[in-house]
């Protein structure tokens, strides 16, 4: 909310500071950070909710069945990844750290 504040161009200058060292720990973002910093720019300007959002132990961030409207960058903590198959009595899990991502479908997928 603070960087409503801000001039146009000092807030696009503060919004890629902020986001494009986290955005280019993915491949994809990396790439583009390499090749087009305007639209680097343009990403983290448009494409970033700017709030972090904390969470509780065993909070559930997203459910197997609903639509993936957001990809999520880790850059504190540890979340586990559970996941059951449907018709299946195995539940699978792994761990994301600090650094990576999850729900990176929400960029492919419509």
């Known amino acids: 909310a603070f960087l409503s504040f801000l001039s146009g161009p000092l807030n696009i200058e503060l919004q890629t500071e902020l986001f494009a060292p986290?955005?280019?720990?993915?491949p994809c973002f990396s790439q583009i950070a390499l090749t087009s910093?305007?639209?680097?720019r343009?990403?983290?300007?448009?494409a970033?909710?700017?709030?972090?959002?904390?969470y509780a132990k065993n909070d559930m961030l997203f459910q197997a069945g609903k639509e993936a409207k957001q990809m999520l960058f880790l850059t504190?903590?540890?979340l586990i990844y559970c996941f059951k198959p449907e018709n299946s009595e195995t539940t699978f899990q792994t761990t994301v750290n600090a650094g990576k991502w999850c729900v990176e479908a929400a960029l492919w997928m419509p």
């Open 22 to 26: 986290i955005l280019v720990l993915h």
């Open 37 to 40: 910093q305007p639209v680097m």
């Open 42 to 46: 343009e990403i983290c300007t448009t």
């Open 48 to 54: 970033v909710d700017g709030g972090t959002q904390s």
């Open 76 to 78: 504190l903590g540890t």
